[in-house]
């Protein structure tokens, strides 16, 4: 599987951009990615966001070193992706306590998903808002302005919540998957010197296949849409995508 990360800072953002965006392999064939977006209204809601980040690296990583000792006994993704989210909320508590965090400060969206490229099954899961695009079929999440937070969950008892959520999809057998922030519906022009404004971003970004070849094919997306497009999101993006 061939993995693409994009962070960039919206132009209505200043200081800090509040979105985060991590991949890592949690064996030699499962692979983890994740996108976080914290709340704009929130106080300093970049370090929410990257703090989930960060606890998703760690904890994946752990896992992945257990994994050589003692593979589980089941193989699911869901299974993985469950033992994850349980870590990560039991770890954010912890740290929000430690910490003396206010709910305004622990307000991120998070995108999560496991994909298995030797059994071919795969999972996302979506707290709040966000797009998910699997071979060109987008999902769209919206909570229109009133989106959910992780920090909302963290005093809720953790298998109660997750069988309350919807917001799952399973699939088999992709070839294109991509998370994204809704910053990537805020593409506007920046100047009047675009030469294709009709342009789509969402549909360039998350399922055209040019410059896959390339590393660097979402740099190289990014010069196209913004040097020749004059196009820039106004709110933060992040995007991860895999292909196989």
């Not at 797009?131 to 302005?145: A, F, K, P, R, S």
């Not at 404004?197 to 913004?226: C, G, I």
């Amino acid at each position: 599987m061939n993995t693409y990360q994009l962070l960039r800072i919206g132009e209505h953002h200043v200081n800090h951009c509040e979105d985060y965006v991590l991949t890592a392999p949690l064996s030699t064939h499962r692979l983890v990615g994740a996108v976080m977006d914290g709340c704009t209204m929130g106080t300093d809601s970049y370090f929410a966001a990257t703090l989930v980040g960060k606890l998703l690296r760690k904890i994946v990583l752990e896992r992945s070193y257990q994994a050589l000792y003692a593979p589980l006994v089941s193989g699911s993704v869901e299974v993985d992706l469950r033992e994850i989210l349980r870590q990560l909320l039991a770890e954010f508590r912890a740290l929000t306590n430690q910490l003396v965090l206010r709910d305004d400060e622990l307000l991120t969206t998070l995108l999560l998903m496991v994909l298995d490229e030797q059994q071919e099954e795969d999972i996302v899961l979506t707290v709040g808002d966000g797009l998910v695009c699997i071979d060109g079929q987008l999902t769209e999440y919206d909570h229109q302005n009133r989106p959910d937070y992780l920090g909302y969950h963290l005093g809720t008892d953790f298998n109660t919540w997750y069988r309350q959520q919807t917001q799952v999809i399973s699939f088999r057998h992709f070839s294109d998957v991509s998370l994204s922030t809704d910053g990537i519906f805020t593409f506007a022009p920046y100047t009047k010197a675009a030469s294709n404004p009709q342009v789509d971003p969402v549909a360039y970004l998350l399922s055209n296949r040019d410059d896959m070849h390339l590393p660097s094919m979402f740099t190289k997306k990014w010069a196209y849409l913004e040097q020749q497009c004059g196009l820039r999101p106004t709110d933060d993006l992040g995007i991860v995508r895999v292909v196989r």
